[in-house]
């Protein structure tokens, strides 16, 4: 486990931008080809992908607030965005706040978090769904309503186009603005609509949303088709195979483990993961133009599944890969 040490030293640590991208091979059942990979997962070892692209232009993280600033938020038991608050809270002397509906002992990163400063409440189900719809004020929660910042769940809003544009932009600088297929998970769904945006029209975007929901397939392709109106070129990478967030098969463990053997690129099992597995079973992707996966980070959730799967070799594997680079700062 990650000493608290550590886990402060790291939340010190400079942004690195722009992101590496990393050539890389990839062989699958339907043939062998080239994946690039945005390596946004280095950009920080806890603030790592879409998590900064989302917020480097939100006030409490662009501008200087009074040191002391609450800042109150809400999300899951295993949210990196949670995470990546309670890093970036840290380094600045804000104190951060969470709600959550997670009952039960603390998950590995609800204590990461705690160590640096977080604190957590617990609410109801019913509490969360009226938080998220506005039928309650974040102000009930705070000692002093009014004199906080709300960052609402994912971390989304306008003041994440900024970042988005930058990393479609660094995407396309890299490959000479040629035509290309971009491949990323969608938790919110924040990250993906931006990217939608600003790709250029003749790329083609694909995206797997990591919630199973009819709903929040419904929400995705209405947004995305907002901003690319009248255009084909992005699909939802929706399987019957796949349970939704928290799920994994063993195909899934197989091929992410022999990825990494293969590229030495470790990826989350739950959105950069299954964004490339399920792409690559789309027939002729290979073909196409070049693939460019968008690799967010994440990774930190292998130690989870160890948890979950402690019997499974290649499960353990991956998770102290994932322990090593939070370790080493390797990325």
Known sequence: MISAEQIGLHSQKKILTPSPMERTEVVYKKGRGLVFVKRDDRIHPLVSGNKWRKLKYHPCFSDTISGGSQILTMGGGYSNLVLALASLCHSRNYMLKVLTTHRGPDTYLMKWCKRLGTTFQTLSRTEMRKLRSGELNPNEWVDTPGKFHWIPEGGGGEWSRGGLAEMVGE?????????????????????????????????????????????????????????????????????????????????????????????????????????????LKRDGILDGPPIVLVHSGGTQAWLGLREKYPKNEKVLALSRAAGEQLQSNSG
Not at 206 to 225: D, Q
């Open 171 to 279: 995407i396309q600088a890299e490959l000479s603005r040629q035509k290309i297929q971009l491949l990323m998970g969608a938790g919110t769904g924040i990250s993906t609509v931006f990217t939608a945006m600003f790709l250029t029209s003749d790329s083609h975007l694909w995206a797997f949303p990591a919630i199973r929901s009819r709903s929040f397939n419904e929400y995705l392709l209405k947004e995305i088709g907002a901003v690319r109106p009248g255009e084909k070129n992005f699909n939802l990478l929706v399987s019957d195979e796949d349970r939704g967030m928290g799920w994994v098969s063993e195909s899934l463990i197989e091929f992410l483990y022999d990825y990494y053997v293969q590229s030495g690129v470790l990826l989350d099992p739950f959105y950069n993961g299954k964004a490339l597995y399920y792409g």
